[in-house]
């Protein structure tokens, strides 16, 4: 038995964009994403349907709270290694001055 497959919000956003917003047939988007289009239709109704910015959470349903955390700790990944990345710099260009 195969395996479901699992897109992301992204994706499906995307793929509800190419229809709603760049004129695409559902049938043109789901050949380019090699999807079926039936899965086109199901996440353009869901996108339209959704009120409060929760379409498409996923298996996790994750809160506006959770996203935020989930949110602010990349955020705070990505700032230390920028500082990580500074701290090489500053030591590599203190040799160079020596």
Known sequence: MNARKKYSKEFKLDASSLVLNQQYTRSEAARSLEVDPNLITRWIKE?????????????G????????IR?????????????????EATVFLAKEIK
């Open 47 to 59: 996108h339209e349907q959704d009120n409060d910015g929760q379409a498409f959470r996923g298996n």
């Open 61 to 68: 349903k994750l809160t506006p709270e959770q996203e935020e």
């Open 71 to 87: 949110q602010l700790k990349a955020k705070f990944r990505q700032l230390e290694m920028d500082k990580n990345i500074l701290k």
